[in-house]
């Protein structure tokens, strides 16, 4: 497994590729330059240097800057920002982070056939929709493009949500920075993994969807936690955890009783993995189900669970070893962790 940071070549990224580009800090110039921030950075890229000259024509095209694209968050930050993104290139923190995602991967994702370079970009302004997340691209013609199917992927993390959002000093921050990088890595080469090795996984549907959740968002979310840890295991905050399992029953149980609900499921698995940390139990209530096997010291059982993708083995193993003080599985759950493989 090869992952690449290339912190020192970041750039001013929007998440729609392909477009202009401007350089991070003539963006910050520009926001001086331009009354009322009417930029005309309609679309930044995110590829750097790679991207060729005649891309940057289009930087002349005056467009209105879409109001999802925080420009007047950059604004009142931008101090924050500069100081973040050389936060990042001096701390050299990367390796340390992508030995803690090893540690979750199953075997099969570190093979040499698996390696995949991943670009990190650290960007200025983005679309609000997240503090770090990952991209499909391919080059065509000159153009960068998005392609979920064909692309390869990049990790953008937004630095202007990230001053506007994250708590602590500028240490802490930068630190967070690199835990939300290991999330996000976790992704890429699971994914790349899953992809490989269990190629049906796409077309998955019903509760099915619920459960890839709790396995993929639930590891990532406890790298992240690990990673800030300095590599030790993060005891699961004991008062979040009871509305977490009951949140993740109340969604199995309605999943169980609509299986073939586009909507239901739509509506479960958004409310599931989106808005605050706290309040996506499919992301956070994975957590807690791979946080209490950590806590027993059962890394090992992790990588297992994720080399076969299987949320029934993580809830069985959940239930198995859970310690005093975190909640038993509600009855749906329960019952599906019956099914698992012994
Ligand atoms: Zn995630």
Redesign the pocket.
């Given at each position: 497994m090869v992952f690449q940071f290339h912190t020192d070549a970041a750039r001013l990224a929007l998440a729609c590729i392909g477009e202009s580009v401007l350089r991070f800090n003539e963006c910050l110039s520009q926001l001086d330059a331009t009354p009322g921030h009417q930029l005309s950075i309609a679309a930044m890229s995110t590829f750097g240097d790679r991207l060729p000259e005649q891309s940057f024509r289009e930087m002349a095209a005056m467009r209105p800057f879409p109001e999802d694209y925080q420009l007047a968050a950059l604004a009142r930050r931008r101090d924050r920002v500069a100081d973040l993104l050389a936060g990042v290139e001096s701390a050299k923190a990367a390796s340390g982070a992508v030995d803690i995602v090893r540690e979750f991967l199953p075997e099969a994702a570190m093979d040499a056939g698996a390696a995949i370079p991943v670009d990190v970009y650290l960007v200025a302004v983005g679309h609000a929709l997240g503090d770090a997340y990952i991209r499909y691209v391919v080059y065509d013609r000159g153009h960068w493009a998005i392609d979920a199917n064909a692309g390869v992927p990049v990790i953008l993390v937004n630095l202007t949500v990230v001053a506007d959002t994250y708590p602590g000093d500028h240490e802490q921050v930068v630190k967070a920075i690199f835990s939300v990088l290991a999330?996000?890595l976790f992704?890429c080469a699971f994914h790349r993994y899953l992809e490989r090795a269990l190629p049906d996984t796409e077309h998955i549907q019903g509760v099915e969807r619920f459960l890839d959740i709790l396995v993929?968002?639930g590891i990532?979310?406890y790298v992240d936690r690990v990673t800030e840890n300095e590599g030790a295991p993060w005891l699961f905050p004991r008062d979040r955890a009871a509305a977490l399992m009951e949140q993740m029953e109340a969604a199995v149980s309605r999943l169980l009783a609509c299986p073939s609900s586009a909507r239901d499921i739509e509506e479960v698995i958004v409310a599931a993995t989106t808005g605050p940390y706290w309040k996506k139990f499919g992301?956070m209530g994975g957590c807690l189900l791979v946080a209490a096997i950590d806590e027993r010291g059962d890394r090992q059982c992790l990588r297992e669970i994720a080399a076969a993708n299987d949320a029934r083995l993580l809830l069985a193993t959940y239930e198995r070893c859970r310690s005093r003080g975190l909640p038993e599985l509600g009855p749906c759950l329960r019952a599906i962790a019956k099914d698992a493989a012994q």
């Open positions: 999330h996000e992704h993929d968002e990532a979310h992301s």
